[in-house]
């Protein structure tokens, strides 16, 4: 039985990049049930480009009273949907043609698995450099987590029914896909794809640029969290990082 897509995308003031994601969408080989966009309050031409796309994607759009951040319209975003899977996609990202096809192939080989996920090309707008995100494994995945967040939010999808049983995205205004992967993970497996399927744009106007300390405290939060979830993946791995966690908790470096 064919399972329903939905993509999630929060926007606010997405007008430079809101058309590179949505024609992407567009372009894949596999199309998606509904794309729900959450607007935060843009005071840009946003409305404008996703009514513009209207006739050519599913498009429902919804506009929050007042900027309420991202975990805020993502949680409204996936509430309001109605596929069985829902695929993330951030405004200034793009899919490659083949990312629903292959993430939708992963999951229905792998029934017990909770994520899923695939490679990304990070692409510095100001650079030449083209970096490529690691390989990543069930089996490595939760020691992964109590280092770092290694993966990238707009590669990855999970079943709703699955979301539901964590309490979702938390209200961390930068790391949510971080406390999401964790808790997801408490529950089954990551499933993962060798394929660079998705453009990730490294913006030095994001929010964990802009705010390097909040940042910083909400990747330790998720560590912590982390370790004393998946200690019993390696011991000794958690033993290295807890004194090097407790120094940067306490000096915040």
Known sequence: MLKKIS????????????QRSL??????????????????GSCDNSKKIVFN????LPISYYKNDRNMGVPFSLRKGICLSKGDIIFRLDSDDEWRKNHVKNIYTLINK???SVLFASRASYKYPSKKEILISKILSSKTIKKDLMWDNPIVHSTVAFRKEDYL????????K???DYGLFIELLRL??????KNVSVNYYVNNNSLSKKNNKESLKERLLNQWRAIYLFKSESKLLALKIIPILLIRTIFKK
Do not use: R
């Open 110 to 112: 792998n029934k017990n």
């Open 188 to 193: 089954g497996e990551l499933s993962f794809s």
């Open 7 to 18: 993509v999630i995308i929060p926007i606010f003031n997405s007008e430079k990049y809101l």
């Open 53 to 56: 796309w209207m006739n050519k």
């Open 174 to 176: 930068i790391a949510h």
């Open 23 to 40: 024609k992407s969408i567009f372009k894949q080989s596999f199309k998606v049930h509904e794309v729900i966009i959450i607007d935060d």
């Open 165 to 172: 049983k964590t309490c979702g995205y938390m209200n961390y």
